[in-house]
Structures are given as C-alpha cells and as structure tokens.
C-alpha cells in the first residue's frame, strides 16, 4: 500500500493508532506523543520474542469495547505462516503508586504503566492513552525470511485501523536451554498472598514454564523464602 493507504488505516477520525517501541513507558495522559513510522517493523532469531506497542488515543468520542486482533503472518510467496497464536496481545495495565522516601525520575505519582493483562475488551475515554504490547514469537522450525500481517483495533462505536506489521526472521535459532545462567528469587508466598489463595501444583508449574518461556532461571536468593 502507498502512504495514503497506510495513514487511513492508522489514522480514522475518531482516534489514532501510534506504533511504538517497547522500551518506553506511556502514561494515561501522554496523549502528546508523536507518530513514528506507519509500518511496525519487527526482526528476531528463530525460537525468540520480539515485539511493540500501539498506543490508542481517541480523538473524537469515547471508545467503547475496544477490541485488538492480529492475522496470521504470511511469507511473500505465502508458502509459509506464522500463525497467530504465535501472537501474544496484551492490554497494558496500571497500578496507583505513591510518592516513596527517595528521589525518582521521571518524576511521577499516581497511575504507573506496569502489568500486562489479559486481551479483553476495554472502555476508553477521551483525553487517555490505552498502550497495548503486542509480542511475536518465531517458532524454532520456521523459515528464515519476511513476514507480513496485520494488527487490527476495532470499536463497537467507530472504525476499525488496520496496522500493517513486517517480520523479519534471521536464519538462526535460540537454543532452548540459554548460555547465560540468571537468578531470579521466585516466591511461592508472594504470588499467594497477592492472589489470596493458596497455588497448587498446576498454577505452580504454570508460573515455572512462564518463567522458562521468557529465559528467566527461578531460584531463592534469601534464606527467609
């Protein structure tokens, strides 16, 4: 597609679809920020994650029931898939903070962008920002070259944007076990009593093969735990 055909499907009247780097951080009222490329451009090895946000910001009305979906991704030829269950989307929630006993930067108390939450439908008001990370995984046996599909953000009461995605796929593969051996104390007791409930053995073993799914080796760095 030309530029006209990209910016209608990024831009409708009603709201604009910014795509973003994962490194920052976006708070509810950063509805200032400027619109990088139109094309989500995204590379990575075999058996890895990478990924992106889009921020969604109103411009004419509140959004109700905002959904976000992605496509399969397809080869040029299209011979080959990434399918999209491979394609982790995840609201972007926030946690109300105050003001600690030490300085920080940037400078900010309240709503703090933070934990990743499941992709259900939201309710967005103008004058707010709504992040959503969109995570790609590159099977291990998959081949080695561009892929493209599309991010697509609806509203029961507006349009629906399409956002164009390109990945890339590097003719390597991420072993399963990694080379770089990492501690991360991993308490049972945390996560019950933020969750009020005791774990089982299922939920237990399903934070472990989280926890291995991103590279992150669970240990007890303190004796207390």
């Given at each position: 597609?030309?530029?006209?055909?990209?910016?209608?499907?990024?831009?409708?009247?009603?709201?604009?679809?910014?795509?973003?780097?994962?490194?920052?951080?976006?708070?509810?009222?950063?509805?200032?920020?400027?619109?990088?490329?139109?094309?989500?451009?995204?590379?990575?090895?075999?058996?890895?994650?990478?990924?992106?946000?889009?921020?969604?910001?109103?411009?004419?009305?509140?959004?109700?029931?905002?959904?976000?979906?992605?496509?399969?991704?397809?080869?040029?030829d299209g011979k080959n898939i990434i399918k999209s269950?491979?394609?982790?989307?995840?609201?972007?929630?926030?946690?109300?903070?105050?003001?600690?006993?030490?300085?920080?930067?940037?400078?900010?108390?309240?709503?703090?962008?933070?934990?990743?939450?499941?992709?259900?439908?939201?309710?967005?008001?103008?004058?707010?920002?709504?992040?959503?990370?969109?995570?790609?995984?590159?099977?291990?046996?998959?081949?080695?070259?561009?892929?493209?599909?599309?991010?697509?953000?609806?509203?029961?009461?507006?349009?629906?944007?399409?956002?164009?995605?390109?990945?890339?796929?590097?003719?390597?593969?991420?072993?399963?076990?990694?080379?770089?051996?990492?501690?991360?104390?991993?308490?049972?007791?945390?996560?019950?009593?933020?969750?009020?409930?005791?774990?089982?053995?299922?939920?237990?073993?399903?934070?472990?093969?989280?926890?291995?799914?991103?590279?992150?080796?669970?240990?007890?760095?303190?004796?207390?735990?």
């Open positions: 597609p030309n530029d006209a055909q990209l910016k209608h499907h990024i831009e409708s009247a009603e709201y604009r679809v910014i795509i973003t780097s994962t490194m920052e951080k976006f708070f509810k009222d950063d509805i200032s920020v400027k619109v990088p490329d139109r094309q989500a451009d995204v590379a990575l090895a075999r058996n890895e994650y990478e990924g992106f946000q889009l921020l969604i910001i109103p411009a004419g009305k509140n959004l109700h029931k905002v959904q976000v979906k992605s496509s399969d991704f397809q080869s040029k269950e491979n394609i982790a989307i995840s609201v972007v929630g926030y946690v109300e903070t105050q003001k600690p006993n030490y300085p920080i930067e940037p400078n900010r108390i309240g709503l703090w962008p933070d934990p990743l939450l499941p992709n259900e439908p939201f309710e967005l008001n103008q004058g707010e920002i709504q992040p959503v990370w969109i995570n790609i995984y590159a099977p291990a046996d998959v081949s080695a070259e561009d892929y493209f599909g599309d991010i697509t953000v609806s509203a029961e009461n507006s349009h629906t944007v399409v956002v164009p995605v390109k990945v890339k796929v590097w003719d390597f593969t991420l072993p399963v076990t990694p080379h770089l051996r990492t501690a991360f104390t991993f308490s049972k007791w945390c996560v019950e009593h933020w969750y009020t409930q005791r774990m089982s053995k299922e939920k237990t073993r399903e934070w472990y093969l989280f926890l291995l799914k991103h590279r992150i080796s669970p240990t007890t760095l303190y004796p207390s735990n």
